[in-house]
């Protein structure tokens, strides 16, 4: 995996670094793009904030909350793993302004993906959860632990180890799904590459540099995320150890 | 706010973009899962040429299939090949599932035990008659129940051709949606569409991953 993927980015530097020096054009495209790129990562971010909230609250009530809240949160993973992101996207812009509630277009971006990637974490926290070895909960029982004790200190840290790979997957989709925000006119580093292909016409350099600007947040993402499993499964030795 | 005469108006006219929809996912689908399995063999047949279809893959999987779309559409005609847009759609969604479902692909490669390949030389049988009645049999059905998620899930992603003006349910709402200043009906109705198509596939998936496992 870590070989995987330190040859994709080492390809992706090579390449990024040929099509530097043989084509000076590669420039005069990078400060435009990469203002479009911030708001890619100030979107990401957020939403990703949203999607970990959601995930977790959806995940925890189809688990313990009585039936009524139950049926609801399923019903909010159903809807939102069933119907296409671009979908939602739209519906949020152009639909809910009927019913009284205009949102400003980048509050939109960042409610439509967070809650399409959190209903996919839902599911994602819901199998951690139920993964954790049955004896643990019964232990937890047996030293008259509290169900709130029992979730913090026994179950939830273990279940954490196990989604982190799974989240990883899932921020990377988040990643790659904020290029649909350039579809309600919100200037990310899909629309700014649309509009210096229009205005420029230098096409393959424009989209040759957004592929390569994607790709190097995807890679940074994957390699957070790996860092950050690494740490988990040290303290999850340590435990098993003691 | 809901206009249930607008909704019986513009049904006939979803009805008619949600054949090219699903004409997109079917001929997309085919493309993603045999170039998928095109380059899931040529990793294992190459290692060499392996190195380079990872780094491909793993591009592919890391960038945004809408960039991915624009650069088919948009750069192709550069180089003097010039597509329409729904072929350049489904081109482009179907090369980026192609990579997932490779991927897939070589998960079930993995798990056919090393001694069929080493029972199949003891038998002198050619690495391509080993491959095609030895391999593929045993590789390929346990990996169907994760293509059938890749299918719902390339399904999903269908409107993202409304972004180059493919007439497909999304763009065609859109259209309705300016044309007469009410989305909530057309919006709704394709979430509607989507969210029913989904759930059906999906349960069709499971059906299917629990007749596989009954039966091998």
Redesign the interface.
């Known amino acids: 995996m870590w070989i995987r993927m330190l040859a994709a980015m080492l390809a992706a530097t090579l390449l990024l670094i040929l099509l530097l020096s043989l084509n000076d054009e590669y420039w005069l495209f990078l400060p435009g793009l990469l203002q479009g790129a911030v708001l890619t990562v100030e979107i990401t971010l957020l939403a990703a904030i949203v999607a970990i909230f959601m995930a977790f609250v959806a995940a925890l009530a189809k688990l313990y909350a009585p039936l009524p809240i139950r049926w609801l949160s399923s019903a909010y993973i159903e809807i939102f793993r069933g119907t296409s992101a671009l979908v939602q996207l739209f519906w949020l812009y152009f639909v809910l302004p009927q019913f009284g509630v205009s949102l400003d277009a980048f509050v939109v971006a960042v409610l439509a993906l967070g809650l399409n990637i959190g209903a996919y974490g839902a599911e994602v926290v819901r199998g951690a959860i139920i993964s954790v070895a049955r004896g643990q909960w019964e232990a937890s029982v047996a030293l008259n632990m509290s169900r709130g004790q029992m979730l913090r200190r026994i179950i939830l840290p273990q279940a954490f180890a196990a989604m982190i790979p799974p989240w990883g997957n899932l921020l990377i989709e988040l990643v790659k799904s904020t290029s649909l925000v350039s579809l309600i006119t919100l200037a990310d580093l899909t629309l700014k590459a649309q509009q210096m292909n229009q205005t420029t016409l230098k096409t393959v350099q424009v989209f040759t540099l957004v592929l390569l600007i994607y790709l190097a947040i995807s890679l940074t993402v994957t390699i957070a995320m790996r860092v950050l499993e690494q740490r988990a499964g040290q303290g999850m030795t340590r435990g098993k150890a003691a | ?1 809901w206009d249930w005469a607008f909704t019986f108006e513009i049904l006939p006219v979803l009805g008619r973009a949600a054949i090219v929809t699903v004409e997109a996912t079917v001929l997309g689908f085919v493309i993603a899962a045999t170039l998928g399995l095109l380059l899931a063999s040529i990793r294992l047949a190459f290692p060499l040429a392996g ?1 380079a279809v ?2 491909l893959v ?2 592919i ?8 779309i ?2 088919l559409f ?2 192709l005609p ?1 180089a003097g090949i010039v597509l329409d847009a729904f072929t350049a759609g489904v081109l482009a969604i179907g090369i980026h599932y192609a990579a997932y479902c490779s991927e897939v692909y070589r998960a079930g490669f993995e798990n056919v035990p090393r001694g069929q390949w080493e029972a199949s030389i003891a038998l002198n049988l050619s690495s391509w008659r080993t491959f095609r009645d030895i391999i593929l049999p045993q590789a390929l059905p346990p990996v169907v129940p994760a293509l059938g998620n890749y299918l719902i899930a390339l399904f ?5 051709l ?2 180059i003006a493919v007439l497909e349910l ?1 763009q065609t ?2 259209i309705i ?1 300016s044309e007469t200043f009410r ?2 009906e057309p ?2 109705l ?2 509607v569409f ?2 029913g198509m ?2 059906i596939s ?1 349960s069709m998936v499971r059906l299917l991953e629990s007749w596989l496992k009954w039966r091998y």
């Open positions: 706010m190195v990872t780094v793993e591009l999987r890391s960038t945004p299939l809408l960039i991915q624009f650069f948009f750069v550069k999903k992603e269908t409107p993202l409304s972004a999304m709402a859109k949606g989305y909530t919006v709704t394709v979430g989507f969210l989904s759930l999906a």
